[in-house]
């Protein structure tokens, strides 16, 4: 995964949190929607575990 | 060249479905925890180890022959290792009873639709996932590193597994879309739980209607869409689509008509109108036959819906148009001797499962538990169904 997130950024800010996050998400197309939506589904997976 | 055994099964089920008569009754698997047990192994052994779930996986579609490989990781082999750090799941583990215990919940409140509906991601985001997980406004971008990569990993896992589906196992795969979205099951089971949510629906049922409607919007709406793009290949899965519904069972016949039959209507229009010509495959976990007038007026041949806690007979007799999976009682395969399974499975075979096509032999419930079935009863059923065939396998 991507060196060039920072990692100290807080969770509590949904909007910042998915920024930085999607930055970690090297091996999906380099496109904000697509790494959005797999951020996203990823949260609704830890809702349901 | 595609693998004539694969086509083979997968024709069973298509004419079956399509009421084409299909050359004999499919047995259609329903084996979830049970198949751990059966190999010799803990919940606890298998629910986090992938490496295992593939061993378990495998040694149960070669010991039963199906017709289908229905392999669902999620159900038997949890991410829950994407918690480790984060917090406690709702998801009990229970070596002692054999079973996986999920707690109710509610994280989402009455008087908090308004902003669920506003922006739904960040409401989840930045109140429901710290209720759910107290540190969670105290944690970094980098304690998520590692539960994204078990979720990346996770998801390798699953494909892998349904890759052996056609390599190793030389069945179909389940099916080709992946479960239909089910806003009203996401509303009772992940957000304001059973109890909150059956409570929502009966005092503000406008608010409850209008988060189901924006939830469609998201999620069905972009499922029809994909349905009418050609882009859903099922040429190696038994069926076109899936869907899987539970709190349905928690609802008077007019609250379904209200929440929860737009949703189906909007997937069954588009999926069985000519242009799309699909076989849906829906799984009713407790009761559906009082529901039945629903589906009345769908076009036979399309839609199969396993059942749990209905008479196979009065199945086929309350939706004539629709083909019924199950009807293999846990009481038989689980408390009765080898031969009065088999007697019992070759009657439903007999008045059920000849002729035009409609009936889809199946356990009667989410096989779970231990005593759901025993080894020989299960192994004596489907070896009687295999023998039916009058073809040879990969020799069409």
């Known amino acids: 995964m991507s060196d060039k997130a920072n990692l100290e950024q807080s969770l509590s800010d949904y909007s910042k949190a998915v920024e930085e996050l999607s930055k970690l998400l090297d091996f999906l197309p380099d496109d904000p929607v697509v790494r959005k939506n797999y951020i996203d589904t990823f949260a609704d997976r830890f809702i349901k575990l | 060249m595609p693998d004539q055994k694969v086509l083979y099964h997968k024709k069973l089920i298509d004419d079956t479905v399509r009421f084409n008569s299909p050359e004999r009754v499919p047995f259609f698997p329903h084996f979830f925890l049970w198949a751990a047990l059966d190999a010799g192994y803990k919940i606890s052994e298998v629910s986090d180890d992938w490496d295992l779930n593939v061993q378990v996986q495998k040694r149960f579609h070669e010991t039963y022959k199906f017709d289908v490989a229905r392999i669902q990781s999620g159900l038997v082999c949890h991410p829950r290792k994407m918690l480790d750090g984060i917090g406690i799941g709702f998801n009990v583990f229970n070596d002692e009873q054999e079973s996986i215990e999920l707690k109710d919940f509610r994280l989402l409140f009455p008087g908090e639709y ?46 892998q597994l349904n890759e052996m589906a056609i390599n190793v196992f030389h069945l179909p795969k389940f099916n080709a879309s992946g479960p239909a979205p089910n806003p009203v099951d996401s509303l009772y089971l992940s957000w304001a739980g059973l109890e909150g949510a059956s409570i929502d629906a009966r005092r503000q049922p406008e608010k409850f209607a209008q988060a189901i409607a924006l939830l469609d919007s998201e999620s069905t709406d972009p499922f029809v869409e994909l349905m009418k793009s050609g882009k859903i290949d099922s040429s190696l899965h038994a069926f076109d689509i899936s869907f899987g519904m539970l709190s ?69 007799k309350a939706m004539p148009n629709i083909t019924a999976v199950g009807g293999m009682t846990t009481h038989y395969l689980g408390n009765s001797t080898v031969d009065e399974c088999l007697a019992y499975a070759q009657q439903l075979v007999n008045d059920l499962g000849s002729g035009e096509g409609g009936f889809i032999l199946a356990p009667d419930k989410m096989m779970s538990y231990r005593r759901d079935a025993k080894g020989e009863n299960l192994k004596a059923v489907c070896d009687y169904i295999a023998q039916l065939s009058v073809q040879e396998e990969g020799n069409l």
């Open chain 2, 114 to 159: 308004d902003a669920f509906m506003e922006d739904r991601k960040r409401f989840l985001w930045e109140s429901m996932l710290p209720r759910k997980f107290p540190a969670w406004n105290d944690l970094k971008v980098k304690d998520l590193v590692e539960p994204l990569e078990e979720w990346k990993r996770y998801n390798e896992h699953t494909a």
């Open chain 2, 248 to 316: 349905h069972n928690f609802m008077s016949i007019k609250q379904f008509g209200k929440f929860y039959w737009p949703t189906l209507k909007k997937i069954f229009d588009t999926a069985f109108a000519p242009e799309q010509n699909f076989i849906m495959h829906m799984m009713a976990q407790g009761q559906i036959i009082r529901l039945a007038d629903f589906f009345h007026d769908l076009p036979k041949g399309h839609l199969a819906i396993q059942f749990e806690m209905e008479n196979p007979y009065e199945m086929r």
